[in-house]
């Protein structure tokens, strides 16, 4: 096992040829481009907090949807089996969404694509309130699907190209931590809204808003190796 591919004489994906010859004459070259951080600079960045939580809110969605869906769609007339398979159908859909959205984010800024992927997936989960029929799931299943799914890569990959490879671990670690309160401060909305309402309406609205409002957020968290250039 390898922890970089610079201890094979390789450079990371993405780099060009004109960088490895230059690394070759300058062994310590690729130390200064990576642009790594130590992990205790990093979480005094507010752009790391930003992407902590801008991350969280659309995780808080993922744990509402998973807790909460196939209920909401019981109470809107659908049987709890045809539910399920709405939910499973959804998580296939994503699947395939993530390898779009890796592939969209190596040609378009990371945090402009999760601005977008992040209201597609809010959006879906507004759209959830008026399902009524498996042809109205359907369109659920693509646009929830295509936001939910194409947003895993990018989350992760942003952290890389924000932060470097020599706190990438630890930087994922700190990160979950707001981002699992939120996953689970969701679905505990959630579930209060609906035994004070009768509906799930309401909080899904809610916390679809706080969602649109995190997306937006990517916008604001710009990369810090452009400063630092």
């Not at 939910?87 to 779009?100: C, D, E």
Request: glycine residues 12%; aromatic residues 12%.
């Amino acid at each position: 096992i390898r922890n970089s591919p610079e201890e094979l004489g390789e450079i990371p994906d993405g780099r060009g040829f004109a960088e490895k010859e230059k690394k070759d004459l300058d062994r310590n070259l690729t130390t200064r481009l990576d642009n790594d951080f130590p992990i205790m600079t990093i979480i005094k960045m507010p752009v790391f907090w930003g992407l902590a939580i801008c991350n969280g809110t659309s995780a808080m969605l993922i744990g509402t949807m998973t807790v909460h869906l196939i209920l909401a769609l019981k109470d809107q007339g659908m049987s709890v089996q045809t539910g399920a398979w709405i939910w499973g159908s959804t998580m296939l859909f994503s699947g395939a969404a993530q390898i779009f959205g890796g592939y969209l984010g190596d040609r378009v800024p990371k945090n402009l694509s999760l601005c977008v992927f992040g209201i597609i997936q809010a959006v879906g989960v507004i759209y959830a309130t008026f399902i009524t029929s498996v042809y109205m799931a359907s369109i659920f299943v693509v646009v929830y699907g295509l936001g939910f799914g194409a947003r895993i890569p990018l989350g992760t990959a942003i952290r890389g190209e924000y932060f470097g490879r020599k706190a990438f671990g630890s930087v994922l670690g700190v990160s979950m931590l707001p981002m699992m309160l939120l996953m689970t401060v969701g679905p505990y909305v959630a579930g209060l809204m609906f035994d004070h309402y009768g509906s799930y309406d309401m909080a899904f609205y809610i916390l679809a808003l706080a969602a649109l409002v995190g997306s937006i957020g990517f916008l604001f968290c710009k990369n810090p190796n452009q400063s630092r250039s």
